[in-house]
């Protein structure tokens, strides 16, 4: 069964800290996505990292696809009580149409 | 506008009941998706059409039945409504690449389903 690990589960900082998500997977993806899930809503798509070894940056969000395409990290520079939400890194399987979701980090910043 | 849009928002039923669930998308994508989104936030994939064909059908009890009348569309009818049921559930879109690979999912805003 391909799983995705997403470590911290939960987390909970101040304002003005950084932090890192890690996701890990012995499964080799053709690309990975990062959500942001806020209650009651959908999932959010936030970056696709596609080629091992990629860094993308949106804003104080930096996303990097490991070398193997097996796993991927998030890290928060300064992160800000708008940063709160359920975070989700989603492979996609090579040659398929299947996404597997990983565990979820739940990230709350405290202003 | 709404990119992919589900009906209703919330639904709270008998256990026993029959239920549907919509779901639209107007991103002229290829492929659609139910997820199960469980209390523990755990979304897991449970069908996927392409163009119309069932192409990822997940073990998933048979009172799950999918149907999508057209590329746009794909609908969740869930008979015998379990206690186990309730969740939210999530309808997904993307399109397909000329390698065949997945674009990125747009998901919707999702259902939440409670069976009494």
């Known amino acids: 069964t391909q799983l995705l690990e997403q470590s911290p589960q939960f987390l909970s900082i101040q304002e003005g800290e950084n932090l890192t998500v890690y996701c890990n997977s012995s499964s080799v993806f053709s690309s990975l996505q990062w959500y942001r899930q806020e209650p009651g809503e959908g999932p959010v798509l936030l970056v696709t990292?596609?080629?091992?070894?990629e860094v993308k940056k949106l804003k104080r969000l930096t996303f990097q696809f490991g070398d193997a395409r097996k796993d991927s990290s998030l890290h928060i520079t300064a992160a800000q009580p708008g940063d709160t939400g359920l975070y989700l890194c989603a492979g996609a399987l090579t040659g398929t149409y299947k996404y597997i979701f990983g565990t979820g980090t739940r990230l709350k910043v405290l202003a | 506008d709404t990119a992919v849009s589900q009906t209703p928002k919330y639904l709270v039923t008998q256990m026993g009941n029959d239920k549907s669930i919509k779901c639209e998308q107007n991103l002229g994508h290829d492929t659609m998706y139910w997820y199960k989104q469980d209390s523990k936030k755990f979304l897991k994939i449970m069908f996927s059409y392409n163009n119309k064909e069932l192409i990822i059908n997940e073990t998933v009890p048979n009172r799950f039945s999918p149907k999508s009348p057209d590329k746009a569309h794909l609908n969740l009818h869930i008979n015998s409504l379990e206690l186990g049921d309730s969740a939210v559930y999530f309808c997904?879109?993307?399109?397909?690449?000329?390698?065949?690979?997945?674009?990125?999912?747009?998901f919707g805003p999702g259902t939440r389903l409670l069976v009494l």
């Open positions: 990292v596609v080629t091992g070894g």
């Open positions: 997904a879109s993307s399109s397909t690449r000329a390698s065949g690979l997945q674009e990125t999912q747009y």
